[in-house]
T-cell receptor
Framework: KNQVEQSPQSLIILEGKNCTLQ??????????LRWYKQDTGRGPVSLTI?????NTKSNGRYTATLDADTKQSSLHITASQLSDSASYIC??????????????FGKGTKLSVKP | DTEVTQTPKHLVMGMTNKKSLKCEQH?????MYWYKQKAKKPPELMFV???????INESVPSRFSPECPNSSLLNLHLHALQPEDSALYLC?????????????FGSGTRLTVV
């Protein structure tokens, strides 16, 4: 069964600290993995997208890694800011040939950054 | 323009009302999507349009009726909804159906059915 598991479910950190969010998936065949940031009641905003050949990708203070062999990804946030408080969602896309719209969403990690 | 615009941002409707949600993008994307998201849950796919034609209907009840008037617009017509249909409705678009392309999501419409 195609699944995306994220950990931790929630995380509280102090402003200025770093943190790492985890994503494990069982989606096969694999096409790409995306990390989104979603503020409460708002649409998801794309942070990174990686295909199987990419090991790391950065977007400002966000750095995502991908290990396609172990089917694991991480999102590292450096020098956290209060505005980083949001849910971070890992989304994996399968490569099903003619299939369409096959995004498998994780349940997200809710990050709270405290002053 | 690199955005997906959804209107209205908030909508409260009675169970006998008819309303529509609108989604617009001017990025030349040829695939557009409707998702439903309940609180603390991941988005669930409802409909996929590709080149203005309905490509996927994920067994959505007929009280939800999608429409794609042109390549830039996607509507979701609502009729006789139930309170359990209250949710955040997200529109998204992508260059094509190839999963390599990134999805751009709108900010969503917060729907409350009373």
């Amino acid at each position: 069964k195609n699944q995306v598991e994220q950990s931790p479910q929630s995380l509280i950190i102090l402003e200025g600290k770093n943190c790492t969010l985890q994503c494990n998936y069982t989606v096969s065949p694999f096409s790409n993995l995306r990390w989104y940031k979603q503020d409460t009641g708002r649409g998801p905003v794309s942070l990174t997208i990686m295909t199987f050949s990419e090991n790391t990708k950065s977007n400002g203070r966000y750095t995502a890694t991908l290990d396609a062999d172990t089917k694991q990804s991480s999102l590292h946030i450096t020098a956290s800011q209060l505005s980083d408080s949001a849910s971070y969602i890992c989304v994996v896309s399968g490569n099903y040939g003619g299939s369409q719209g096959n995004l498998i969403f994780g349940k997200g990690t809710k990050l709270s950054v405290k002053p | 323009d690199t955005e997906v615009t959804q209107t209205p941002k908030h909508l409260v409707m009675g169970m006998t009302n008819k309303k529509s949600l609108k989604c617009e993008q001017h990025m030349g994307h040829r695939a557009m999507y409707w998702y439903k998201q309940k609180a603390k849950k991941p988005p669930e796919l409802m409909f996929v349009y590709s080149y203005e034609k309905l490509s996927i209907n994920e067994s959505v009840p007929s009280r939800f009726s999608p429409e794609c008037p042109n390549s830039s617009l996607l509507n979701l017509h609502l009729h006789a909804l139930q309170p359990e249909d209250s949710a955040l409705y997200l529109c998204a678009s992508s260059e094509g159906l190839d999963r390599v392309y990134g999805y751009t999501f709108g900010s969503g419409t917060r729907l409350t059915v009373v």
